[in-house]
């Protein structure tokens, strides 16, 4: 570089300014490309890394989707847990994929079998709501009809007071 800018003295002492214009433009197109150069590999570089980065991220994902992959859908996988008064609403899918089917459970209780992760909240947080109104513990019970409930109740009754004669009898 000292020997080019010697050069581009000499030419203007002599005036030779043709050469002067010559051998600076390549001068700086030297240090342009030089200056390109390495902030390209600079940006390789990066690249390469970040894709190296990408890369093991993807292979980290790729191996535990192969632990969830299961073609016979035996398999549930949790989604979410959802709180509303009171009551615990947990989704999971069965199996993994395209179309995969969503259960819904209720307090531990299995409830329902939905299409949809949105569907299956909304319907879960419904299924909640008619429980509490109508007094019900168990999603057993929530499949029953008002009349069977009924039944069950006086039956219920009938138990307990038939069990405290037997409990006055025998004192």
């Known amino acids: 570089m000292r020997e080019k800018t010697r050069n581009m003295i000499e030419f203007l ?3 030779d ?4 214009k010559k051998s600076l433009f390549l001068c ?3 240090k342009l490309e030089e200056a390109l150069s390495d902030k390209r590999d600079f940006v390789s570089q990066s690249v390469l890394e970040q894709g190296d980065a990408a890369a093991a991220a993807a292979e980290a994902d790729a191996e535990k989707q192969a632990l969830f992959v299961d073609p ?3 398999k549930e996988f949790f989604l979410m847990d959802v709180d509303h008064k009171g009551h615990t609403i947990t989704l999971k899918s069965l199996g993994t994929g395209i179309g995969k089917p969503v259960i819904s459970y209720i307090d531990g209780e299995q409830f329902e079998v939905f299409t ?3 569907i299956a909240k909304k319907e879960s947080i ?3 709501n008619r429980m509490i109104q109508k007094n ?3 999603v057993k019970d929530l499949r029953k009809t008002d009349k069977q409930l009924a039944k069950e109740k006086i039956n219920k009754e009938q138990q307990v007071s038939s069990e405290s004669e037997k409990d006055e009898d025998k004192k």
């Open 28 to 30: 700086i197109s030297e």
């Open 72 to 74: 016979n859908m035996a």
């Open 116 to 118: 949809d992760k949105e």
């Open 13 to 15: 002492e002599k005036e």
């Open 17 to 20: 300014f043709e050469s002067f």
């Open 136 to 138: 019900i513990e168990s």
């Open 126 to 128: 419904e299924a909640v």
